[in-house]
C-alpha cells in the first residue's frame, strides 16, 4: 500500500500488453463526431468503454442527452468522504475525421499500430489515449490502497471536435451535481515529448470571414484590367492592415494591455525548441520584443487560415468577382470579446476598408482562461510531478491552443489544471496521429502519483 506499488501497478498495465488491448479496443471505434453517420458509435463509446469501465471502480454512471441534441455526455461519479477532496476529470470519445486514405504505410486509423517506440491510431493523443491513461491510473490507487482517498467525478464529451455543442448548457444545468474542488484533466499537447507540462487555461480562438462580392462574374483582365476593381488585391489590403508583414496584431483591440508579471515569470523558464517532425522555428515572426514563450502563451497572434479568389486549380485571365478569406485570433486572457465583430468592422472602416464584409466564422466561441500561476494547487501538483519524474515540469499559464476550459473555469468556478500526454508533432488533427511510447509510460506513472497525493491536499 504505498505510492511506489500504485505507480507501478499503473506502469505494469503497458507493460503487459492490457493498457494497449483496451486502447485498441477504443480507437476502433469510429467517432468522428463531423461525421453524422458516427452517431451511433459516439453513444457506444460511452455505453460499451466508458460506463462499464467507471462502474468496475466503484463509480456510477450516466449518460446524458446533450441538451441541444448532438452526442450525448457521460457522468461517472464515486463518492467517499464529504469532508475530502472533490476532483472532476475531463475527457472526449470523439475524434476528428478519420481521413482514411491518407495514412502511411498502410495504415488504418481505426487500428492501434505499434512502430516500435511510437503508437499510431486516431485518437491516439486526442483524446481517447489521454482518458485511458488517467483511468487506468485512478484504477491503479483504486487497486493498491483499497480507495482512492478523495471524491471523484468525471465527465466524457462527444462533440468537442466541433465545438463542444451541449457542453456549456450541461454544466449550467448539473452546476451542483458537478461541483468539485478542482478540474484535473488531460488534452492537448506537452511542452516537448522530452518534458512534463502542466497548463493553467488555455487561449480563446475566435474565427471570422472577409470578403467582397465586386460583380456578377469575371472579366478579361486584358479589357477590363485598371478599369474595374479586384476584390482579391482589396481584400490582401485589408488583411495588411489587420496583421503586419511579419505577423504583428495591428488592430489595439486584439492584444492585451500587457503581460502579468506571474506569467512572464513562469514563462522565463520556458524554452520553446524545434520538435522532431515539425517546421523550423522563425523567431523574426509575430511581435517584437517578445521571447518565443512569450509570443506562443503571453500573446495573440492573427492567423489567415483560407484565402480564395477566382479558380486556384485552373486560373484563367480574368479579374475574379468575389474575394474571400477566413481569419482566426488566437487570444490570451485581457482581451475584450464582447464585440469582436463590431470591432473588425470599425476598424476596417477608420482605414477605408468599407467594401470588405465580415461575419463569424464558426458557431463555436472559446474563451480565454488562466488560473493564477500562484495558485497553491499548481505548485501541489507541480511538486507530485516532480517527485514521481525526478524533474519540475513546465508551467505554462494557458495552452497556446483552445479548449472549452471557460466552461469548467467560468460557469463552474474552479480552478483548472490540465497534465497532457502527447507532444506538438503528434499529428492529431491529421493523418499518421501517434503518441512515443515514453510519454505512454510516463502519463501512467505521473498520473497514478498524482492521484495517489491528492488524497493529501487540502481543500480550497
Known amino acids: 500500500m504505498t505510492r511506489e506499488a500504485a505507480i507501478a501497478r499503473s506502469v505494469g498495465q503497458f507493460s503487459s500488453g492490457a493498457f494497449k488491448t483496451m486502447l485498441a479496443r477504443r480507437i476502433a471505434i469510429p467517432t468522428e463526431s463531423q461525421n453524422p453517420e458516427r452517431a451511433g458509435d459516439l453513444l457506444r463509446y460511452l455505453t460499451d468503454e466508458m460506463a462499464p469501465d467507471f462502474q468496475s471502480m466503484g463509480f456510477t454512471a450516466e449518460i446524458i442527452a446533450n ?49 516500435g517506440d511510437r503508437w499510431y491510431g486516431r485518437g491516439i493523443v486526442d483524446n481517447k489515449g489521454q482518458h485511458a491513461i488517467n483511468m487506468t491510473a485512478l484504477r491503479a490507487v483504486l487497486e493498491t490502497r483499497g480507495k482512492l482517498g478523495f471524491n471523484a467525478k468525471y465527465l466524457i464529451e462527444t462533440g468537442e471536435e466541433t465545438g463542444s455543442p451541449g457542453l456549456r448548457q450541461l454544466c449550467g444545468q448539473h452546476r451542483e451535481r458537478l461541483r468539485a474542488d478542482v478540474l484535473i484533466a488531460s488534452d492537448g499537447p506537452r511542452l516537448s515529448a522530452s518534458r512534463p507540462t502542466v497548463f493553467l487555461g488555455a487561449r480563446g480562438g475566435y474565427a471570422f470571414d472577409l470578403w467582397i462580392d465586386a460583380r456578377e462574374g469575371g472579366h478579361h483582365s486584358g479589357n477590363w484590367g485598371g478599369l474595374i476593381s479586384n476584390p482579391a488585391i482589396e481584400l490582401a489590403h485589408a488583411i495588411a492592415c489587420l496583421v503586419g508583414p511579419t505577423g504583428q496584431i495591428r488592430v489595439p483591440e486584439f492584444v492585451p494591455a500587457h503581460i502579468p508579471d506571474a506569467v ?11 520538435n522532431e517532425g515539425g517546421p523550423p522555428l522563425e523567431p523574426w515572426w509575430g511581435e517584437p520584443g517578445l521571447s518565443l514563450a512569450e509570443k506562443v502563451f503571453g500573446w495573440c497572434n492573427l492567423e489567415v487560415l483560407a484565402f480564395e479568389a477566382g479558380n486556384p486549380r485552373a486560373p484563367v485571365n480574368a479579374i475574379p468577382p468575389r474575394a474571400w478569406a477566413r481569419l482566426q485570433l488566437r487570444f490570451v486572457v485581457g482581451v475584450d470579446t464582447a464585440d469582436m465583430l463590431g470591432t473588425i468592422r470599425r476598424f476596417l472602416d477608420r482605414h477605408g476598408f468599407a467594401r470588405v464584409q465580415a461575419a463569424a466564422g464558426r458557431d463555436d466561441f472559446f474563451a480565454a482562461t488562466r488560473l493564477d500561476p500562484g495558485h497553491p494547487y499548481v505548485g501541489y501538483v507541480a511538486d507530485s510531478i516532480a517527485r514521481t519524474q525526478g524533474e519540475r515540469p513546465a508551467i505554462l499559464p494557458n495552452l497556446g491552443g483552445s479548449l472549452p476550459n471557460d466552461i469548467f473555469a467560468e460557469i463552474l468556478e474552479l480552478p483548472t489544471i490540465w497534465v497532457p500526454h502527447s507532444y506538438p508533432a503528434c499529428s492529431q488533427h491529421a493523418p499518421n496521429e501517434h503518441v512515443p511510447v515514453s510519454i505512454l509510460r510516463e502519463g501512467l506513472a505521473i498520473m497514478a502519483g498524482l492521484y495517489w497525493d491528492l488524497a493529501d491536499m487540502p481543500r480550497a
Open 67 to 115: 441538451p441541444n441534441g448532438k452526442g450525448p455526455f457521460l457522468l461517472a461519479e464515486r463518492h467517499e468522504d464529504a469532508k475530502a477532496l472533490t476532483v472532476l476529470g475531463y475527457g472526449h470519445g470523439d475524434v476528428i475525421r478519420g481521413m482514411d486514405a491518407e495514412w502511411a504505410e498502410g495504415r488504418s486509423p481505426w487500428t492501434l499500430s505499434d512502430s
Open 264 to 274: 512572464r515569470r513562469v514563462l522565463a523558464d520556458i524554452e520553446i525548441t524545434s
